[in-house]
């Protein structure tokens, strides 16, 4: 229910208006949140960061979720994109988020931690399933200064590659089928291999069979005292 000030630069009649605006929750009506706005003032051309207004634009609109989180593991921080990712609520209308509640892990939260402690950088994926349907993410998490306070703090990034999750997947399972249908086929052909060889082997023992007994009825016909001859079945020499 507390105040939040914030900068926004809307385009009246296409021109870039920056603006300070202070918003607060009022509650719920039909399961949506109720935020009331009110104007502080418009900034001037000359007290605006060029710069840092490109920057907190793409910040807002990219859809890479970036967040910042204290070393004791809260949420301090949250781009739009983070709250569309997670499908959630906006920080200042939820109990205050932990990076345990986010990954559903105290270890990987204490992992983010100690890693940022020691100037290192962490990356892992991360399936989101309060999301419907579940996202896969890619997350990477830094070191960075709190602008604010000045202290260290870890700059979180999530990017959706549910859809390079899915193709990969499915891949897999392509690769897989593949090399299932390549193994069977191997099987076959190792199988109609044996069979022809066996085939062929039974071949050259029946003719070894045939020629072994020509052999032994021409040795018979040399040696043998008595004449010998061949009549057909009619008699016929």
Not at 25 to 44: K, N
Not at 109 to 129: G, N, Q
Request: charged residues 30%; proline residues 5%.
């Amino acid at each position: 229910g507390e105040w939040v000030r914030d900068s926004w630069t809307p385009f009246p009649q296409d021109v870039p208006t920056t603006v300070v605006l202070d918003a607060k929750r009022l509650g719920e009506e039909e399961s949506r949140s109720v935020i009331l706005f009110r104007l502080v003032r418009h900034l001037e051309l000359r007290e605006a960061d060029p710069e840092g207004l490109r920057m907190m634009l793409t910040a807002r609109t990219t859809p890479v979720s970036v967040s910042m989180f204290d070393l004791s593991g809260q949420l301090l921080s949250e781009n739009p994109a983070g709250l569309s990712l997670r499908q959630a609520t906006p920080s200042w209308t939820r109990h205050a988020e932990t990076l345990a509640a986010r990954y559903g892990s105290a270890e990987c939260a204490e992992k983010i931690i100690l890693a940022v402690r020691h100037h290192d950088r962490v990356s892992f994926e991360y399936s989101t399933p309060q999301s419907d349907p579940p996202k896969v993410l890619a997350v990477t998490a830094r070191r960075v200064r709190d602008p604010v306070s000045g202290c260290i703090v870890a700059q979180i990034t999530d990017e959706d590659i549910s859809e390079k999750a899915v193709l990969a997947s499915s891949l897999a399972a392509l690769n897989q089928d593949l090399e299932s249908r390549v193994r069977e086929r191997s099987l076959e052909l190792e199988r109609v291999n044996k069979q022809l060889l066996s085939e062929i082997e039974a071949r050259k023992t029946a003719q070894r069979e045939v020629e072994a007994e020509r052999d032994f009825m021409r040795s018979l016909r040399e040696t043998i005292p008595i004449p010998v001859f061949y009549l057909g079945a009619d008699g016929v020499y």
